[in-house]
């Protein structure tokens, strides 16, 4: 009987199926400006990243953009001297069926990301590297976390707001 449900409960779950179309570098830009005006001695980098993302429908059937925005700054931590810059947008088409259109939005912007992950990582270790610092390998980002705080910003921006 418990096989039953089981069987009966899989049927009723929609199959949910996601595929990375394609992905890759919408804009970039590296900028070493420790490069102009060296530093003396060893340097301690104080480095802040900044995530943001975006999404939305593509004009085919399912298929969805996701684009994640990373800004990077590196500053020394005794002067607070800039090192470097880096600021990237990559992103993902993908095509996705079965996921309810009211869980469509926290899936684009949790699921997708985590997808493109591994490869801005990749990216951003090879741009610091090859621009002159040791290569930036960047923490795992909570995706979860980030849309929580996305819509907690949102419902406090709307409260704030006067009425019309």
């Given at each position: 009987?418990?096989?039953?449900?089981?069987?009966?409960a899989?049927?009723?779950?929609?199959?949910?199926k996601?595929?990375?179309m394609?992905?890759?570098?919408?804009?970039?830009?590296?900028e070493?400006?420790?490069?102009?005006?060296?530093?003396?001695?060893?340097?301690?980098?104080d480095?802040?990243?900044?995530?943001?993302?975006?999404?939305?429908?593509?004009?085919?059937?399912?298929q969805?953009?996701?684009?994640?925005?990373?800004?990077?700054?590196?500053?020394t931590?005794?002067?607070?001297?800039?090192?470097f810059?880096?600021?990237?947008?990559?992103?993902?088409v993908?095509?996705?069926?079965?996921?309810?259109?009211?869980?469509?939005?926290?899936?684009?912007?949790?699921?997708?990301?985590?997808?493109?992950?591994?490869?801005?990582r990749?990216?951003v270790?090879?741009?610091?590297?090859?621009?002159?610092?040791?290569?930036?390998?960047l923490?795992t980002?909570d995706?979860v976390?980030?849309?929580?705080a996305?819509l907690?910003?949102?419902?406090?921006?709307?409260a704030?707001?006067?009425?019309?």
């Amino acid at each position: 009987m418990a096989e039953e449900l089981q069987n009966g409960a899989a049927q009723q779950a929609p199959q949910v199926k996601m595929n990375v179309m394609t992905q890759y570098i919408r804009d970039m830009s590296f900028e070493n400006i420790l490069a102009r005006k060296p530093a003396t001695g060893q340097v301690q980098p104080d480095v802040k990243v900044q995530v943001a993302l975006d999404a939305k429908k593509r004009e085919g059937d399912n298929q969805f953009e996701v684009m994640m925005k990373l800004t990077i700054n590196s500053v020394t931590k005794e002067t607070g001297d800039s090192m470097f810059v880096l600021e990237l947008e990559y992103v993902g088409v993908f095509a996705i069926e079965g996921v309810p259109e009211e869980q469509m939005h926290p899936f684009l912007l949790i699921e997708c990301p985590r997808m493109l992950f591994p490869f801005v990582r990749r990216i951003v270790s090879d741009v610091t590297r090859d621009g002159g610092f040791p290569p930036l390998n960047l923490d795992t980002i909570d995706f979860v976390q980030l849309y929580r705080a996305e819509l907690q910003r949102r419902s406090a921006a709307q409260a704030a707001a006067p009425a019309n």
